[in-house]
């Protein structure tokens, strides 16, 4: 982290605060799409619209996955910076 003056160290801290209430939400929303959706257990029974269906639903949830995993990537960056802009401000914390 480079020097910054403690009035625009608070405005970083800020603006990363605001960014990782913004990404916690949609992180939240992601985990509820993932919890929500039901991927059919594959059978031969099945007709091919039905093997298709159930394939894409795998898709989808593959793909959400993916999100979820990097927007929770982003949140613990964000906190790792804001742990570092709050050691600058030590009476800010770095909640």
Excluded: K
Aim: charged content about 20%; glycine content about 4%; overall charge negative.
């Amino acid at each position: 982290m480079t020097a910054m003056a403690p009035v625009e160290a608070s405005q970083v801290l800020v603006s990363l605060r605001m960014q990782r209430a913004i990404l916690t939400r949609i992180a939240a929303e992601l985990a509820t799409a993932l919890r929500g959706l039901t991927v059919p257990a594959d059978g031969s029974w099945r007709s091919n619209a039905q093997r298709e269906f159930a394939h894409a639903l795998e898709e989808v949830h593959d793909l959400l996955h993916t999100a979820w995993r990097a927007v929770d990537a982003a949140v613990a960056e964000i906190d790792s910076d804001i742990a570092a802009v709050g050691a600058i401000l030590p009476t800010a914390g770095a909640t």
